[in-house]
């Protein structure tokens, strides 16, 4: 039986408000489909792996506490690095972003007034990284094992009907991610990749401009 993956979550302890934001499809309530957990309680990897969550900060939430929907009909990619995903949308919960979820890539709707109208903010992605041979969306730019970053500025991503260029990539230390006033003061024709630094107290952000 192969041993599960470490999971690493995205965990952004955020002690701002949120603030509002219109669902990016325009659903109403009634028209959202919130995801369900596995059937078999299992989450699995891009490659069809079983994921151990059982370090996850946020282990005990479900999707639908998330306001997850991965079922959107949009996706995120960065074609260079040949990483293409769905994208789906989440929101905080209690002052933590967790998708549960490890093979795509969500806009983080209370952090992304940008989405729809790149004037009326910016757009924050997150998504997750796994170790152990794990792969998960975040193994595309970063290498959980020299810990090194695989994207360069200038690369494109695409985030929906969004198309931007990356200027700026760093690690950001968990603890410190509340403060990040350049990621959360929502700069409009701004996005924001979030995921995690497996076996780290980081995270890894990408920063990139609208074309």
Not at 65 to 90: D, H, Y
Not at 155 to 163: F, K, L, N, R, S
Request: charged fraction near 20%; proline fraction near 5%.
């Amino acid at each position: 039986m192969k041993k599960l993956l470490g999971a690493v979550g995205v965990t952004l302890l955020l002690t701002m408000t949120a603030a509002c934001s219109d669902d990016k499809h325009d659903e109403t309530a009634a028209e959202v489909t919130y995801d369900n957990a596995p059937d078999d309680g299992v989450y699995r990897d891009l490659k069809g792996n079983p994921v151990d969550r059982s370090n996850a900060d946020n282990a005990g939430v479900s999707p639908a506490e998330m306001n997850q929907v991965t079922e959107t009909g949009e996706r995120f990619a960065i074609p260079s690095l040949k990483l293409n995903v769905k994208l789906g949308s989440v929101t905080s919960f209690n002052g933590v972003i967790e998708p549960l979820n490890y093979t795509d890539a969500f806009v983080v709707s209370d952090y992304s007034d940008g989405y729809s109208n790149p004037e009326d903010g910016s757009v924050t992605v997150v998504a997750h990284a796994l170790d152990r041979g794990g792969y998960a969306p975040g193994n595309y730019v970063f290498n959980t094992e020299t810990h090194k970053s695989l994207v360069e500025d200038g690369q494109i991503v695409a985030a929906g009907p969004g198309i931007f260029k990356i200027t700026e990539q760093r690690t950001v230390k968990k603890a410190d991610m509340p403060g990040q006033a350049s990621i959360w003061n929502n700069q409009p024709r701004t996005l924001h990749f979030i995921t995690c630094v497996p076996n780290s107290d980081e995270n890894f952000v990408i920063t990139a401009e609208r074309v």
